[in-house]
């Protein structure tokens, strides 16, 4: 929590939900990042426009902003790149594991009361915290 700043966190989870309730209403789809990105991998090719689409705006939002503010850019990860590696595979098999993502469970999934997301949100959150936890443990990984 050294550089929590609530307004734009607060502005950064209202364009989250408000980016999964237009896809909800334009296309009758659930905002569920592993999903939409397995789908534009594999979907029918009707089916991926929509997902190539969310996905490039999920790559041009923040290089959008960056060039507005530069210092939103800067990202330090307190790790390797193979321990990064790892950890990313880690979340893949996760959200394949939980037929979903935080932002499938946790934002579109919980907003419609679905017992099973709060369930997976639970298991990411706790898992979450537990990793952080022995990772400090064993010396700051």
Do not use: Y
């Not at 700043?5 to 999964?20: H, N």
């Not at 996905?55 to 850019?73: A, D, Q, W, Y």
């Not at 099973?116 to 898992?127: E, G, K, N, P, V």
């Amino acid at each position: 929590m050294e550089n929590f700043t609530p307004i734009s966190a607060a502005l950064g989870g209202a364009m989250i939900g408000l980016s999964a309730v237009w896809l909800m209403a334009s296309a009758g789809r659930i905002a569920g990042i592993s999903g939409i990105l397995g789908g534009a991998l594999q979907a029918p090719k009707a089916d991926k426009l929509w997902r190539w689409t969310f996905l490039l705006g999920l790559v041009l939002g923040p290089l959008l902003v960056g060039l507005f503010k530069p210092s939103t850019l800067q990202v330090n990860f307190p790790t390797t790149g193979p321990l990064l590696i790892v950890a990313a595979v880690l979340v893949g098999i996760g959200t394949q594991m939980g037929n979903g993502c935080t932002s499938g469970h946790g934002v579109c999934g919980n907003a419609r009361l679905s017992m099973r997301s709060l369930i997976a949100t639970l298991t990411f959150m706790t898992t979450g915290v537990l990793t952080v936890f022995i990772m400090r443990a064993l010396g700051g990984l």
